[in-house]
Every structure is written in C-alpha cells, then in structure tokens.
C-alpha cells in the first residue's frame, strides 16, 4: 500500500503515515480510511461507540500529549471527530495548507479561472494562488500557534508543538519540507 504522506483516520483522526498505523480489511488489505486502533478485520473494534465516546478517548490523548484541560481537549476533540468519515458520513476534505474543513463551497478557495478549489480554503488560496505566498511553515506555526494556545488554554510551547506536527501532515507544508 502506498503510504507516502500522512492520511487521517476517519474514525479518530490519528495521523497514520506508515504501514502499521492502517487497519486491514476483511480479506488483510490495508484500510485506505482507518486506523489499527479503530478497524481491524474489516469491522469497527468499537462498533457501538459513540462520536461523545471517541471524543473522550481522544481528548484523553491530547491531554496527555500537549496538556490540554479535560474540558478544552474533549471539545476540540469532538470538533476534529464531526469532520471525519465515521461520524459525517461522508469524507469532509481539508484544507492542505491550514487544515480547514471544506465543508461548503463557501470554504473553498478559487482557482485562476474561477472555479472552486478542492484542496485549499477561502482564507489561504484564491485566483489560483495562495494569499499569503511567502508563508513558510515555521511562519505557519507562530501564526497559528498562539490562536490555539488561547483557544485550549495550554502553555504556547505546547501549541506550538501541536500545530507544528499538525502541520506537517497537509500538503502544502509537506511539500515546503523543514523549517
């Protein structure tokens, strides 16, 4: 299976960019959609767990990764789990350079001739082009890193290490490669 890249688990959101990290089919193929935590076999491991249930389990892990509150970590963490697959119905693409969901059109950038974009939003891509070009990653990170500092209530060192691995899975800043 080709795991080039980072995909999101459409179950929990867990970043899986290797082999191990994806679930396997009834038949052992990899799962193109979910992790090893939450699909095995061709079947949910949890299949009556809830999106208030995964938020729980996830908040858990953020807050022991990055010190979030209980509280903060358990609804960002149901704010990530209402974009994905299992719990949307339907695979919600996001933004590959900040990461926000394309729910409707009006989330979607436009390219040079005027037609919406399917890989980057409003705010970071219109006219075919990026709005901030001379944006790097490093850049990327103190610009939204002490945005989510304020709006988890953690330490801004922490943020920092959460949208600077955040990042490092979309497109445009995998591309970009370090710093």
Not at 16 to 21: D, I, K
Not at 151 to 159: D, N, R, V
Request: aromatic share 8%.
């Amino acid at each position: 299976m080709e795991t080039s890249g980072i995909r999101a688990c459409q179950s929990c959101g867990m970043p899986m960019s290797a082999e191990e990290h994806f679930g396997t089919e009834a038949d052992g193929a990899p799962s193109k959609d979910y992790c090893a935590n939450c699909y095995r076999n061709g079947a949910f491991t949890e299949p009556g767990i809830t999106i208030d249930g995964m938020a729980e389990k996830c908040a858990a892990v953020l807050s022991q990764l990055f010190g979030i509150p209980a509280a903060n970590a358990g609804e960002f963490a149901r704010e990530q789990l209402v974009c994905l697959k299992r719990w949307a119905g339907r695979e919600i693409p996001l933004c590959g350079s900040c990461g926000m969901p394309l729910a409707r059109d009006e989330d979607a950038g436009t390219e040079a001739d005027g037609s919406l974009s399917t890989d980057y939003c409003t705010y970071c891509y219109r006219d075919g082009g990026f709005t901030e070009p001379d944006l790097t990653r490093e850049l990327a990170v103190g610009k939204y890193a002490p945005m989510m500092a304020s709006h988890l209530g953690i330490p801004a060192e922490k943020a920092t290490e959460m949208v600077r691995q955040y990042l490092s899975t979309l497109p445009r800043w995998r591309e970009q490669g370090p710093g």
